[in-house]
């Protein structure tokens, strides 16, 4: 559940909007004890990254609605391992197609 409500507060809802659209799956969790999963899983994810090595690493990007704007969020995961290294957003993305 730490999991689910950390990718629900990064894609910008509230942890008492993430609260409620959590009931209607039958899981009922205050926003304090969501914002608590979001820390604890915070802090999980630090101390596992600073030990484990990466040999192939995938980086997507996408825009999502979220803090009242349209977002540019970017997830970098282990290719190798498939699992998510870190998601946050940038405060500016560009990409040109004919760049490539």
């Not at 608590?36 to 600073?50: I, P, S, T």
């Not at 609605?65 to 498939?82: E, F, S």
């Amino acid at each position: 559940m730490r999991a689910l409500a950390a990718i629900g507060w990064v894609f910008g809802m509230s942890y008492q909007k993430l609260s409620l659209f959590l009931t209607a799956f039958g899981v009922v969790l205050s926003a304090m004890s969501l914002w608590r999963d979001v820390q604890q899983r915070a802090e999980e994810l630090r101390r596992e990254r600073l030990h484990r090595r990466v040999r192939v690493l995938g980086v997507d990007g996408a825009y999502v609605r979220g803090w009242g704007k349209t977002q540019p969020v970017l997830v970098a995961v282990d290719i190798g391992r498939g699992q998510p290294l870190t998601v946050g957003y940038a405060l500016r993305f560009h990409f040109d197609r004919n760049s490539l």
